[in-house]
């Protein structure tokens, strides 16, 4: 469909997720109910808008993160929502769709503090969920005749290629001291930060805007992704459930190599070797997670995630401010950033 680009406009009103799920929600409700009804009903029990026996549900829909972020650059570069209702609808669902395999992935059985969808429909019928949703967001990327539409479409496609070499990657990862923090760094590069800096680069495209404006937008994305990533490990560590979601420790019980894990175990100390020899053991108690949990946070773990996620943070924020968006929206955006990464109400 096409796309009408309105003029540049003075400072609006700051967008409010009201604004953001009235233009993007109904589309995303539309497109995936079109889908083939089981793969439908799967869909709309993850996305939040029925319960496991399809009654309709509210309030576990997700935070519409990446949506909201590329509505507030197209406030910033004269756009109107509606002028990129289609880029935002997708992205949510591509992102969607790698939450249905994340789950299924990490065997979490929990999602929005209610069963995953694997563990309502099984997991031969959540994969192809996610196969659907990538499908349908990729399908309203390229079907959408709009300004830039090609380059847009473009991005879309090279951002979902990355994120399956970011999970990849993931899987790869082992503490080996010399390569660990570097593939980390990679993975995350990949699998966290590449359908933000699409989020961020999408309005630019469409807007016509000049390569450095697309590339500070993509920097912000990029190191926003880095900072949400590192923020999210702390949080799976450490976190509180009732504001996750899912239980603590998940990646701990599973072995996962995260950033705070990377870092306490490349530390020259006690608790670092300490944390060596318990990492081996296949004990999963509650007890030796805790003591997992414990000596990473000894060994500096958990202070070093936290600084470098800050250092990101400010590194995205001050790419942002290198994109030459209206004021009103640079200062949504920072706040955004913020909300995003360390979960403010």
């Given amino acids: 469909m096409?796309?009408?680009?309105?003029?540049?406009?003075?400072?609006?009103?700051?967008l409010s997720p009201s604004v953001v799920r009235s233009t993007v929600l109904p589309v995303i409700q539309q497109q995936v109910s079109a889908l083939e009804p089981t793969l439908a009903r799967?869909?709309?029990?993850?996305?939040?808008?029925?319960?496991?026996?399809?009654?309709?549900?509210s309030g576990g829909d997700g935070k519409m993160t990446r949506a909201s972020l590329m509505t507030a650059v197209a406030d910033g570069v004269g756009l109107r929502p509606e002028d990129v209702r289609s880029q935002a609808a997708a992205v949510e669902l591509l992102?969607?769709?790698?939450?249905?395999?994340?789950?299924?992935?990490d065997a979490d059985e929990l999602r929005r503090g209610r069963p995953a969808a694997w563990k309502?429909?099984?997991?031969?019928?959540?994969?192809?969920?996610g196969n659907a949703l990538q499908a349908l967001g990729l399908r309203m990327v390229v079907d959408d005749s709009g300004p830039g539409h090609n380059e847009i479409a473009s991005s879309f496609a090279e951002a979902l290629g990355l994120v399956h070499a970011g999970q990849a990657r993931e899987l790869t990862l082992r503490?080996?001291?010399?390569?660990?923090?570097?593939?980390?760094?990679?993975?995350?590069?990949?699998?966290?930060?590449?359908?933000?800096?699409?989020?961020?680069g999408a309005p630019a495209l469409r807007a016509g805007k000049p390569e450095n404006v697309l590339a500070a937008l993509r920097d912000a994305g990029r190191h926003l992704g880095i900072a949400l990533q590192i923020s999210n490990d702390v949080e799976d560590i450490w976190g509180d459930p009732a504001v996750t979601g899912k239980p603590i420790r998940g990646d701990?019980?599973?072995?996962?190599?995260?950033?705070?894990?990377?870092?306490?175990?490349?530390?020259?100390?006690?608790?670092?070797d300490r944390l060596s020899r318990l990492w081996q053991a296949d004990d999963i108690t509650a007890?030796?997670?805790?003591?997992?949990?414990?000596?990473?946070?000894?060994?500096?773990?958990?202070?070093?995630?936290?600084?470098?996620?800050?250092?990101?943070?400010?590194?995205?924020?001050?790419?942002?401010?290198?994109?030459g968006l209206s004021p009103t929206a640079a200062a949504e955006l920072t706040t955004l950033f913020d909300r995003i990464v360390n979960r403010a109400a």
């Fill in 42 to 57: 799967v869909c709309r029990y993850h996305l939040g808008f029925i319960d496991e026996h399809g009654d309709p549900s």
């Fill in 252 to 272: 701990i019980k599973r072995r996962n190599l995260t950033f705070p894990t990377l870092s306490a175990l490349s530390a020259d100390s006690p608790a670092g």
């Fill in 287 to 323: 007890e030796h997670l805790q003591a997992l949990a414990d000596l990473i946070d000894e060994a500096g773990g958990r202070d070093s995630a936290q600084k470098l996620s800050r250092h990101h943070l400010d590194s995205a924020v001050e790419h942002l401010g290198r994109a």
């Fill in 120 to 129: 309502v429909f099984g997991v031969s019928l959540a994969i192809h969920a």
């Fill in 2 to 14: 096409s796309t009408h680009v309105s003029s540049p406009a003075g400072p609006q009103a700051l």
């Fill in 95 to 105: 992102h969607n769709a790698t939450l249905l395999h994340d789950d299924i992935a």
């Fill in 175 to 200: 503490p080996d001291p010399g390569h660990s923090l570097a593939t980390y760094e990679q993975m995350v590069l990949e699998k966290a930060s590449a359908l933000l800096e699409c989020s961020l």
